[in-house]
Structure formats: C-alpha cells, structure tokens
DNA sequence: CTTGACCTTCCATCTACTGGAAGGACCATG
DNA sequence: CATGGTCCTTCCAGTAGATGGAAGGTCAAG
C-alpha cells in the first residue's frame, strides 16, 4: 500500500505519517522503486497512534503505549499508569484554563469595550501582581 | 538596571528576557560595557507581559495589547476584542480537555490496572472509530 | 591577583508537525 | 513516443516560546 491510500485509511497527512517513521513509530518496507510500502500492521498502528494523539498522549506515550500493545504479556497496570498519568495532566490542565478563564471573563465583562480609553484589562494586566 | 535584578522584579528568567528583546517586545538600553540596561518602563512592561502570558495570550496577543497600552487614545473595544478572542479559544479548548478527560477516565476506571495483560485502554485505542 | 558571580553572544534543542522546492515514477491520452 | 498530471521521494526551513550550554568578557570582594 502506497502513502496516499494508507492516509486515507488511517486519516494522517503523508507529511506525518513520514516523520513518524523518521522518529521510528514505524518502519514500513520499500518498494523497489523507492516508494514506502506499507502492511495492514503498518495502518493498524497508525490509527493506533491517530487515535491515541487525539486523546492527547505525547509521541512518547504512543511509543510506550505501542510497545505494550505489542506485548502479549503486558500488564494492564502498565498501560493504565500511563493513562493515569496523563489523566491528572490533562485535569490540571483543565484547572488552569478553567482559573485563566475566570480572570478572562470578569476582566471582559467589566471592559465597556465601547470607544473610551479606560480598559479594566489593561489596569489589571498592569497592576495585578502575578 | 542589569538583568538579574530585572529578572528577579518581574519574575521572569534572563533566558526568557534575552528573548523578548530579541523579538521586539522590549529595547533596554546598554552601558558602556555592553550589559543591558533596564528602565522602569521595561521592567513594568515585562511584568505586564508576564502576566498577559500566564493568563495564555500569545506573544503575538502580548505585542497588540502593548501597543494598544501605549497608546492614550485606545478605544477599550480594542483590548475588549483580544481579550474576548482568547477567551473563546480558551473555552473551547476546555470543551476538547474535558471531553478527552471523560473518555480517559472512564478507561481507567474500567482498566483492572493489575498484573493481567487484558486491557481496556489499549483495546480502544486499537478498535475505537476516530 | 584570583575567585566566583554576573553578563555577553551564538548555536542547538525541544514538540509535533507543516510547507515547499527539486526531482524521480507511474499512468492515461494523443 | 511525448506529454501532462498525479503520485512519490528527499532535504531544508519554519512554526511557538522558550531553554540549555559553550565560550568568553566584566566586576566586586577578599
């Protein structure tokens, strides 16, 4: 399978799915025309990869999650740490911008935002201490 | 004002200072023997950006809210529109977390996390539909 | 006079791609 | 057989926002 098809299949630009192979995620065979060559276990990993990129796991976690998912006798523990792990990044996350997003939202509702010079964002940005 | 100090009053590395200066946020002065040299008006400046960038503005957003600080004739409208355009992004980027965090945490509630290499987590990502 | 804390510049690195140029390969049509 | 269009290749550069480190100048204290 060709890089055109397997995109598709695995719903990843051709640029990406490259650089995953530069970074070593995988390793699809060549053709003898020089052109990449990709099996189903290929694709596989790649909507593997997609999906975990889109749940928000680094490159690094895909690579750990990968080699566990190839091996037979993981243990759960194993992938659910990484989860974990990840979980209580992305709740801190969520924590932070919700905190931003207070700040933001009173700062927004007590600018007039009309054509006057007085900014209640702009004097709390200047005189807030951080 | 050399940069130590200055880093120390606006809470901000010297690394990170250097940088600003390099792409025209600030413009210190220099002694005679080629240290920076801080006025008043840049330490506050680097507070303010502190600040705008702890609350998630861009660089980009840090520059337009420095000029628009700058500038007496303002119409508050102006910063009301930055500001109003970040909070948007920021709360849909707390929609996407929330909503990768609710499927997370469901796998690793329903993950046994012990030594069996049945695995839930690794099962969606291997089957789940993007 | 030396030591150590500062300061300087410059270059490289990080994450996770993305864009573009230059050129080879393949397929259909005239 | 030439041509055009679409695919593929590699390589280089750039994005945001810093950060790390090397090599070297400066300054104040003891």
Redesign the pocket.
């Known amino acids: 399978m ?6 598709k299949m695995a719903g ?5 799915i ?3 192979e530069d970074i070593g995620l995988i390793t ?1 065979l ?7 060559s990709f099996r189903d276990s290929d694709v596989h990993k790649l909507a593997f ?1 997609g999906r975990a ?1 889109a749940l928000g ?5 895909c690579r750990n999650l990968l080699a566990l998912w190839d091996d037979q006798d993981r243990a759960s523990a194993d992938v659910r740490a990484i989860a974990q792990e990840h979980l209580s990044q992305i709740e801190s996350k969520i924590a932070d911008l919700q905190a931003i997003r207070d700040t933001l939202s009173h700062l927004v509702r007590e600018c007039a935002g009309d054509g006057r010079p007085d900014c209640p964002i702009l004097d709390k940005l200047e005189k807030f201490p951080t």
Chains 1, 2 share one sequence.
């Open positions: 060709n890089i055109g098809e397997v995109s990843l630009p051709p640029k990406t490259r650089y995953y699809p060549r053709d003898t025309n020089g052109y990449r990869i990129r796991f680094t490159i690094e976690d």
